[in-house]
């Protein structure tokens, strides 16, 4: 079996890599789907968000990484997967993923909604607190796979430029 893990993973962070390693113990093939997160403003562009996940699961097999634009309902028919692997961190989460799990099933009878929790430790993460403490200088190499701590290191330090330019 199958299955899609959705996302904008801006920054991925080690509460997804733990979902995504566990799914690929579960799973014959794990797609990690990138969304374009055209309503948002991710600090990393869709095609470096892919090569941070990428460069995060070179040593598990049958994960794969792929940007996607359309609806992912459509992404899945596309692929031919019928199911979609979502991550529940605490139980605000919870009421938000149902809503997206209904609205998927609606849309596509077949289409299964499965829900991993993150390991413990990892439970209060998210990309935005990740970007957060980032930009305001605070240590985030303990949440984030190395390749990534490097890479926010770098985006940061261009952040940081940036502002200093426009103030000026």
């Known amino acids: 079996m199958d299955i899609i893990y959705p996302g904008t993973f801006d920054p991925v962070t080690n509460g997804h890599f733990d979902i995504i390693e566990r799914s690929s113990r579960l799973f014959k093939k794990v797609i990690v789907a990138v969304a374009a997160s055209s309503g948002k403003q991710p600090m990393f562009s869709q095609t470096e968000r892919v090569e941070m996940i990428r460069e995060s699961i070179k040593p598990l097999s049958g994960v794969v990484v792929e940007a996607f634009s359309v609806l992912l309902i459509d992404y899945a028919k596309e692929k031919g997967i ?16 149902l809503q997206l799990a209904l609205m998927y099933r609606a849309q596509d ?32 190499k303990a949440f984030v796979p190395e390749y990534v701590y490097n890479e926010v290191l770098k985006k940061i330090g261009h952040y940081r430029d940036n502002v200093r330019r426009d103030r000026r």
Request: charged share 30%; no cysteine.
């Open 109 to 140: 009878r077949e289409l299964e909604t499965i829900f991993l929790m993150p390991n413990q430790k990892y439970i209060f993460l998210s990309s935005s607190m990740i970007r957060e403490i980032a930009r305001l200088g605070g240590d985030i």
């Open 82 to 97: 019928k199911n979609i692997l979502r991550s529940l961190r605490v139980a605000s989460d919870f009421e938000y993923e």
